[in-house]
C-alpha cells in the first residue's frame, strides 16, 4: 500500500540522521577541544540528530505492514519511491 511509503522515507531519513550522530558527534567535540576550530554550525545540526533512533523506532512501527507484501510487491514499492 503506498500509505506505507511517508514511513519507509522516515525510516530512511531517521537511520541516515542516527548514523551522522553516532558516528561525528564525539568527533566533532574533539575536534574542537583540540584545534579550537568553530564548528558551532556543525556540532548544532549535529545535535539536532539526537533523537533520531528513536525516531527510526517510531516510524519503523508504522511501517510493518510491509511485511505483509510479497517481495515482488514490496521491491516494485521501493522501485517507485526511488524512481526507478
Known sequence: SLNM????????????????????WIKINQGYLQGGQALDAIKDVISSYADASERFDEA???FRGAATFSTENFRDILSMMIGG
Do not use: G, W
Open 60 to 62: 519503523l512501527k508504522k
Open 5 to 24: 511509503i511517508p514511513s519507509l522515507q522516515n525510516m530512511v531519513e531517521f537511520a541516515t540522521k542516527a548514523y551522522i550522530y553516532n558516528s561525528m
